[in-house]
């Protein structure tokens, strides 16, 4: 299957936040390392909204996220991507996937895998799948669409490939150990995370895909759907995430750390862009600063491999209380 746009040698980095809800610091720290990694290289940079996710996409939320980017500074090149604008293009990878019957349909709930699978399982990840429908073919849809039984698709899982990523290394993984053959078509008939970013990525002419390291997992799933459908992968850089004194990522209990609000409080950018900039080590204390001032200090050695730990002072040296 083709891709939309060919790759050329140029650089492309992308911001692929989710409406979901406000965007806090904690994202604002990865699209900035985002940003900056591909301007540093003369690349270019697109804005994708992940908005198929439906039930937890919030009214407003895709505004406000274009809004936050602007007010930090970050730009990007071309026309704005939505997901949910994309579904014929997502619906076509699937059927390449179902012509090589690298999918088939499956019709448990989530109470039926839960109930299946006895092995213990990470938090996150949920059970393993049990691989109850792996022995469908896709033919077998017609059949269950004739009962007016709903079904996911579900990608058979072989491998799992190791990467490379910018900053954790090599990353061995094992898929079959991480919740086996996963959904790539939900049973609402939209397309799963896994396989939309793939198809956007590469219809994008991505080449280089810096996020926060919670998304470690999918890289493997998202490698098996490349060698799939025959595309060339990006660079990975998954950076580690922002979390509060207890050590879980950055949410509400830890204080309003939402950008719309501290705009609201009358906290500048560039103080902000500071904060984040010394807590990626290219600054020696928290200073305001530009943006494109920062282009000249990224480097990716210099940001820690540990979450950044935000605590009420950091935020009280920008001027903001949380
Ligand atoms: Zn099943």
Not at 193 to 204: E, F, I, K, S
Not at 242 to 258: E, F, I, P, Q, Y
Request: proline share 7%; with cysteine; net charge neutral.
């Amino acid at each position: 299957m083709q891709p939309e746009v060919s790759r050329g040698s140029r650089v492309v980095g992308r911001l692929a936040p989710s409406p979901t809800g406000a965007q806090h610091v904690g994202n604002a720290r990865t699209y900035l390392i985002a940003w900056l990694s591909a301007r540093s290289q003369g690349g270019e940079l697109r804005l994708r909204i992940e908005d198929i996710d439906s039930p937890r996409v919030k009214a407003g939320a895709a505004d406000l996220l274009v809004e936050d980017l602007r007010w930090l500074g970050l730009d990007w090149d071309g026309p704005i991507v939505v997901q949910s604008q994309r579904l014929s293009v997502y619906r076509q990878a699937l059927q390449h996937l179902q012509a090589q019957e690298l999918v088939y349909p499956c019709t448990c709930s989530r109470s039926d895998i839960a109930l299946a699978a006895s092995a213990p399982h990470a938090e996150h990840e949920g059970p393993v799948y049990p691989g109850t429908c792996a022995g469908r073919q896709v033919a077998d849809a017609k059949l269950l669409q004739q009962q007016g039984r709903a079904y996911a698709w579900r990608f058979r899982v072989r491998h799992t490939p190791v990467f490379t990523d910018r900053l954790a290394g090599e990353v061995h993984l094992d898929l079959r150990r991480m919740g086996g053959d996963f959904v790539v078509w939900k049973n609402n008939n939209t397309p799963a995370y896994q396989l939309a970013v793939v198809v956007d990525d590469a219809a994008g002419g991505i080449t280089e895909v810096v996020r926060g390291d919670d998304l470690i997992p999918s890289t493997p799933r998202q490698l098996l759907l490349y060698e799939a459908l025959g595309w060339v992968p990006p660079a990975f850089a998954h950076v580690p995430l922002v979390v509060g004194t207890d050590g879980r990522r950055l949410a509400k209990r830890h204080g309003d750390t939402r950008l719309v609000q501290l705009r609201q409080a009358g906290v500048h950018a560039e103080a902000l862009l500071g904060l984040l900039a010394w807590s990626c080590g290219w600054l020696d204390r928290i200073e305001p600063i530009r943006v494109q001032e920062l282009l000249p200090l990224f480097r990716w050695e210099a940001i820690p491999r540990q979450p950044f730990v935000l605590l009420p002072e950091h935020l009280q040296a920008i001027g903001y209380s949380a």
